[in-house]
């Protein structure tokens, strides 16, 4: 431990000094004021005798007393108390002694053995090193204090609350406070801090914040050592360093509040109470930051920015709270997230540059009421989701802008809207049970709802994801976009239907005259559910709807059947009258591969279909029996397959 504090600058002097001069034991003839005098009798001339509490005796005058040179002795039992100022070379408190100081004092050194009492009510302590085994007591009321030198605490140090005003113990400029292994330095209410940020307090032992009164760390250094550990046991600690680092442990129901600090190195909060940021925090660069705070416990950023050295990281295992009264504050650095992040209703905050928020699988980020996270552009800050996200409460909505939302986990708009500048989906579900507003990109993974999607120019698009409307409560049910509709050959359509007069799925497309619904041979995939089967004579439902006005380019891909017979088959066509895609459903039966409709299966369909595929013959009257392999489409290897069926 002496080799950390050399490297930061600081020499402790643990040894006792020789000064060359007296050493005053304390006698306490006359009571326990350290300068107290009383007659003992009478001596020449019969002038009065008079005595000090250290043994020595003058004939008509005031004894000496100990002085700048020397050492006073308080051995086991001395109760003294000091009054007046004093300036001396050592003072040693021997076990089952108690010195009681009212008065400042100047001292090389003052040492505290073990069983020794020191209680400190006024006075400033100018102390080359202060050495305390025993127990030291600040009761400073009703002034604040200082304390100037080294203070080396062996043993228990504590802080108490003044009953009057509050107080402050202040450690005077390139002051020390050393909390060693296995000492407790205790605060139980006021002030414990630094006249300026040149003041260091070391701890590798215990710093307890007891009681259910407020104590404030204010305007030092604290580094810890892996051994240290800060503790809330009870009441609220207000946190206010110049820089601080290491573990950080809260009882249930206490809380830290933190700021205008610098956290540096390893930081660990821990536990089930409450870490309120209320100012700027700031770290070093390639610091590590755990939140780890469960149960009712949670970090709460009230106020202030934060801002993340190069390097540095920031991850959140517990629960995190952007709280309501957040307003243009700014997030800079990576937080990675495990736990429960909850933006509070209200709250509004940005992402830096080379900034995000990564939502690791098992974490969950939620999105309340009326709020929003900015960013510093599409390309400079993302949110990124591997875990679950959900947006949630009120009828308002949340703003995710000039950033990317990158969506690659579980992601939920259940209530209010979600408006994103870019919102891109490589894998996932995605379910939207209200709306979810902005440049809307599904490229792989699940889209699913009954909501609304409200895209930018040039509309939703859909690459390679699955459009699947309804959710798990209501499989069935409408999606509507409020734009255009991109349906991109990699992407599918998911349709579920339980009958032509039952519930069935659709995509309701409600744009205006500039939309489109492009469709550039998406795959559709057909569920029936409730054990429909379609009739021989053929069912049709809607299953994507249009306005009047709206551009139609394209058509669907291939066809896939779910819980269908083997000769059931689906194909789809679209009426401009009634601005839809119809889905046509069909249980084939013996008429599969009767091309032409004529009630039998012959090779006059061969020569139906060989004309339709090559000669520009008429379609197929029933495309659904002209699809002998099933495969949606109607191609050259339904040729082969009619082909076969007919000459085996």
Not at 66 to 81: I, K, Q, R, T
Not at 265 to 284: A, E, K, N, Y
Request: overall charge negative.
């Amino acid at each position: 431990m002496h080799k950390e504090l050399k490297a930061l600058g600081i020499t402790v002097t643990l040894l006792g000094l020789c000064w060359g001069s007296e050493v005053w034991q304390w006698q306490g003839t006359c009571g326990t004021d350290w300068y107290q005098t009383c007659e003992i009798g009478t001596c020449n001339d019969l002038q009065p005798e008079i005595a000090n509490n250290w043994g020595v005796t003058a004939c008509g005058e005031t004894p000496p007393f100990p002085g700048a040179n020397d050492m006073a002795l308080l051995g086991s039992g001395a109760v003294v108390e000091l009054n007046n100022p004093l300036n001396i070379a050592e003072i040693v408190v021997e076990s089952g002694a108690t010195f009681t100081i009212h008065a400042s004092i100047t001292a090389h050194r003052i040492e505290i053995q073990p069983g020794g009492t020191v209680i400190w009510t006024d006075g400033n302590l100018q102390v080359d090193t202060l050495q305390n085994q025993g127990l030291f007591e600040c009761r400073l009321d009703p002034y604040s204090r200082a304390f100037s030198g080294v203070f080396v605490n062996s043993g228990t140090f504590r802080r108490y609350r003044a009953t009057s005003v509050a107080t402050d113990m202040v450690l005077s400029e390139g002051s020390v406070f050393w909390n060693r292994s296995g000492a407790l330095l205790e605060l139980q209410g006021d002030g414990f801090g630094g006249a300026d940020t040149t003041a260091v307090l070391y701890n590798s032992g215990l710093i307890l914040k007891s009681t259910g009164n407020t104590a404030k760390i204010f305007q030092l250094r604290i580094f810890q050592a892996p051994a240290g550990s800060l503790w809330v046991s009870g009441g609220i600690l207000d946190l206010q360093p110049a820089r601080w680092n290491g573990l950080l442990r809260l009882g249930p129901g206490t809380e830290a509040q933190v700021s205008q600090s610098q956290l540096c190195d390893s930081v660990r909060w821990v536990g089930t109470g409450t870490v309120r940021i209320t100012g700027s925090l700031r770290t070093s660069a390639h610091a590590w930051i755990l939140s780890a705070l469960t149960d009712s416990g949670k970090v709460v950023w009230q106020d202030g920015n934060i801002i993340l050295g190069s390097g540095s990281l920031w991850k959140n295992t517990g629960n995190f709270e952007a709280a309501a009264a957040l307003y243009t504050e700014n997030f800079t650095g990576v937080l990675e997230n495990s736990g429960l992040w909850v933006e509070a209703d209200g709250a509004h905050f940005s992402l830096g540059p080379a900034s995000e928020i990564h939502n690791l699988p098992g974490g969950t980020l939620e999105v309340h009421g009326f709020s929003g996270i900015g960013g510093a552009g599409i390309e400079e800050s993302r949110i990124l989701n591997e875990g679950i996200f959900r947006r949630k409460g009120s009828q308002y909505g949340t703003d995710l802008n000039n950033l990317t939302f990158q969506q690659e986990g579980l992601c939920e708009v259940l209530e209010g809207n979600l408006s994103c500048t870019r919102f891109f989906q490589n894998n996932g579900l995605t379910q939207v049970n209200s709306q979810l507003l902005g440049s809307l990109i599904f490229a792989g993974g699940t889209l699913i709802g009954s909501g609304t999607l409200d895209p930018n120019s040039p509309g939703v698009v859909f690459s390679g994801d699955t459009l699947s409307p309804g959710i798990p409560e209501a499989p069935m049910a409408t999606l509507t976009v409020a734009g255009s509709l991109i349906l991109d050959s990699g992407s599918v359509l998911h349709i579920q239907v339980s009958g032509p007069d039952q519930e069935h799925d659709l995509v309701d497309v409600a744009g205006g005259w500039q939309d489109s619904v492009v469709l550039h041979s998406p795959t559709l995939v057909v569920e029936l559910t409730g054990g429909y089967v379609p009739s021989a004579a053929g069912d049709s439902v809607p299953i994507l709807t249009w306005r009047w006005g709206m551009n139609l380019h394209g058509g669907f891909g291939p066809v896939t059947l779910w819980n269908a017979g083997e000769t059931v088959r689906a194909w789809t066509t679209f009426s401009p009258s009634t601005f839809a895609w119809y889905l046509h459903l069909i249980t084939a039966g013996d008429r599969l591969g009767d091309v032409n409709n004529d009630g039998t299966v012959d090779p006059r369909d061969v020569e139906s279909l060989a004309r339709y595929l090559y000669d520009h013959g008429p379609r197929p009257p029933v495309p659904g029996y002209a699809d002998v392999n099933g495969d949606g489409l109607i191609n050259d290897l339904d040729l082969v397959a009619l082909a076969h069926r007919i000459w085996p």
